[in-house]
């Protein structure tokens, strides 16, 4: 159990709509950080959070967007989904930086 | 940038055996911390263990320790006494001490037999 929890659990979306994934992190858990992960691939880095601002991007465009609120929870939002985008996606959140803990995941398909 | 190599895409172990996965590394950072997850069908990401890059000795969990050589950028993970709960995608990550952010392998598919 790492006290972080993400929703939806799966989801299917048409191409062009948009989506707003959620995650729930530990009290005290002030850097959060989603990743992609394409089926049959290692994670990747899309961005990361610290006390509510953007703390560091990976190679994502800027359709790929987040917010974080000051209850420890945060968003990813996806405009303009395009099939590529068909994936897992992990929050991961920490509040020392070394220690990181993920969700589940939330299975994202584009049809 | 920080780059992570997993050359080995599969691999499978009789259980009760050994098996060591092999993970190197590319960074230019002289402090940061090196993990291996294990992610099972449930897709959830469990940290097994994690060496920190100024630490000479090599972290051990249990069943589970690693060879960590700076020098050549080599990670690997031995497994002992292999279960079949062991069987899951096994992932190297090496985390930035400046940006908390997280760079992955491809992954070993590890498989333990009965």
């Known amino acids: 159990e790492t006290g972080v929890t993400q929703s939806p659990t799966h989801l299917i979306k048409t191409r062009g709509q948009q989506v707003t994934l959620r995650c729930s992190s530990q009290?005290?858990?002030?850097?959060v950080s989603w990743y992609q992960q394409a089926l049959g691939q290692g994670p990747q880095f899309i961005f990361q959070?610290?006390?509510?601002?953007?703390?560091g991007r990976g190679n994502f465009p800027p359709r790929f967007s987040g917010l974080q609120f000051p209850n420890y929870s945060s968003e990813l939002n996806v405009n303009a989904l395009e099939l590529d985008d068909s994936a897992l996606y992990l929050c991961?959140?920490?509040?020392?930086?070394?220690?990181?803990?993920f969700g589940e995941g939330s299975w994202l398909t584009v049809v | 940038a920080q780059t992570v190599t997993q050359s080995q895409p599969e691999m499978s172990v009789q259980e009760a055996e050994t098996v060591t996965l092999s993970c190197t590394y590319d960074?230019?950072?002289?402090?940061?911390?090196l993990f291996w997850y294990k992610q099972p069908p449930s897709r959830q990401m469990i940290l097994v263990i994690r060496?920190?890059?100024?630490?000479?000795q090599n972290a051990t969990e249990n069943r589970f320790s690693v060879n960590f050589q700076k020098a050549a950028k080599s990670f690997s993970l031995k497994i002992s006494d292999s279960q079949l709960g062991d069987t899951a995608m096994y992932f190297c990550?090496?985390?930035?001490?400046?940006?908390?952010?997280?760079?992955f392998g491809e992954g070993t598919q590890l498989t333990v037999n009965p």
């Open positions: 959070y610290y006390r509510e601002e953007e703390n």
């Open positions: 009290s005290g858990h002030n850097t």
């Open positions: 960074t230019s950072e002289s402090n940061y911390y």
């Open positions: 990550a090496q985390l930035q001490t400046s940006g908390s952010r997280l760079t």
């Open positions: 991961a959140s920490s509040y020392s930086g070394n220690t990181i803990y």
């Open positions: 060496q920190e890059a100024y630490k000479q």
